[in-house]
């Protein structure tokens, strides 16, 4: 639940990004990207008044039993969810907004040579679900990424088509909701996920009901955290919920959502990524079709140049995981034999999974296609960049530059025996697994 500028330049310091020879240029550019900064959903917006009402409750109850509230402080005492009385929720923020649109100006900056071709809906597709914050952001990307380029008004805007897919029918941007098999899955270890947090949030209440000598309760820590997130990222508040948690609070409600993500949408089980297939076959089949275009040499403007996907974090997650990004050590090597993963190692062990930086708003994944001269090893190379910045990738022996040869063998075929209606085919035992954790 982060908000993009404030996660993206977070990158592996010690590792050195491939020099890219100047005769290898872009031919196609892939793009998956997360929705930019959202305002809270509706049943979220009323577990803010919830709170609210539960902390006013609380002052009520000490002033009436003379009990100090010296510790508490002043904000909390006097507090309303700044969404009380909002009838709507989930839709894309201004500040989501400018993310994308910066995004789309930096994308077209970064690869001129992609970007060059007179707007056509087929050599620059853009597709998102049915969500109105997804397709408002492939909106406001496109409207930076075109900017300038048009002929409407003083800002010379583009006009640009954006596809979306029906909510039945979408096994490429919304895998996760067309399959029965993990909606099942997710459902029935949301429950075991939840036993999991739990003495974490204990702890944590514990701590700050002592600190703070006020009747904190679970759900109220639970609450707190997410008002921390969001007066954060939409409000720029840091000195309110926020500050309540010391560092180390912080560390362990960091980690406890990245368990959580980890389970339900990412390695913790296989079945979270091998049900994006449908996801990776497209950006697959359309790098195959652009080096067909250059090898029949079809003529500038008459092929597709980039393809650009606009979803969610249900999408970005499980994608990274079909290319190998954020893992461990042999964990590769792990997840090529189909054995199960150990969850993120807990504060202060360092890690390298965290859903703030794998997925947050606004997150993205592009996969850059480049055309290299015939006396290179490779006439075609992929290059992975997470966040705009180029990304080891495991199966290409941890480099960012991949020959494209190799990373169809290496990362693409061994997730291609795995059938988007085969597994998600609710008659089949699916359902009934355990994920594929060694420790829940």
Not at 352 to 369: C, D, E, Q
């Amino acid at each position: 639940m982060s908000r993009y500028g404030a996660v993206k330049d977070i990158v592996d310091s010690s590792f050195p990004s491939s020099d890219i020879p100047d005769a290898c240029t872009p031919l196609h550019l892939n793009l998956v990207a997360r929705h930019g900064t959202r305002s809270p959903t509706k049943k979220r917006m009323r577990e803010l008044e919830k709170l609210a009402s539960h902390i006013r409750e609380l002052v009520k109850e000490a002033n009436y039993n003379n009990v100090s509230l010296q510790k508490v402080p002043a904000w909390l005492q006097q507090w309303e969810s700044p969404w009380k009385g909002k009838l709507k929720g989930g839709q894309l923020d201004r500040k989501g907004e400018e993310e994308l649109y910066q995004l789309g100006i930096r994308v077209r900056e970064r690869f001129p040579d992609i970007f060059n071709e007179e707007y056509h809906p087929d050599v620059y597709p853009i597709r998102t679900t049915h969500v109105p914050r997804a397709s408002t952001s492939a909106v406001a990307f496109g409207m930076g990424l075109f900017s300038g380029k048009g002929s409407l008004g003083p800002g010379f805007h583009q006009a640009f088509a954006v596809t979306t897919e029906s909510r039945a029918s979408d096994i490429i941007l919304r895998f996760f909701d067309s399959c029965q098999t993990y909606k099942d899955y997710r459902k029935n270890h949301e429950l075991a996920v939840n036993k999991m947090k739990e003495p974490i949030l204990v702890e944590i209440t514990s701590a700050l009901v002592k600190r703070y000598e006020f009747k904190f309760t679970i759900h109220d820590i639970s609450s707190l955290w997410f008002l921390c997130k969001q007066e954060s990222s939409l409000l720029d508040i840091t000195d309110q919920a926020c500050s309540l948690f010391s560092p180390t609070e912080v560390a362990l409600l960091e980690w406890m959502d990245d368990l959580e993500v980890f389970i339900l949408k990412g390695y913790g089980n296989a079945l979270n990524y091998r049900i994006g297939v449908p996801l990776l076959k497209d950006v697959v089949q359309s790098m195959d079709q652009a080096i067909k275009a250059k090898e029949d040499n079809h003529a500038p403007g008459s092929y597709e140049k980039a393809r650009l996907r606009f979803a969610h974090a249900e999408t970005v997650v499980p994608f990274s995981c079909l290319l190998g990004l954020f893992l461990e050590g042999s964990d590769f090597e792990r997840i090529q034999k189909e054995e199960p993963l150990n969850l993120p190692p807990k504060p202060p062990q360092n890690r390298k999974w965290r859903g703030s930086i794998v997925a947050p708003f606004a997150g993205n994944n592009m996969l850059v296609l480049y055309s290299c001269p015939a006396n290179f090893s490779s006439k075609y190379a992929v290059q992975v960049i997470h966040n705009e910045h180029p990304i080891p990738i495991p199966g290409c022996d941890g480099t960012d530059f991949c020959p494209f040869e190799v990373f169809k063998e290496r990362i693409v075929r061994p997730h291609l025996k795995h059938d988007y209606n085969t597994l998600c085919n609710v008659n089949l035992d699916h359902s009934k697994q355990k994920p594929e954790t060694s420790k829940l």
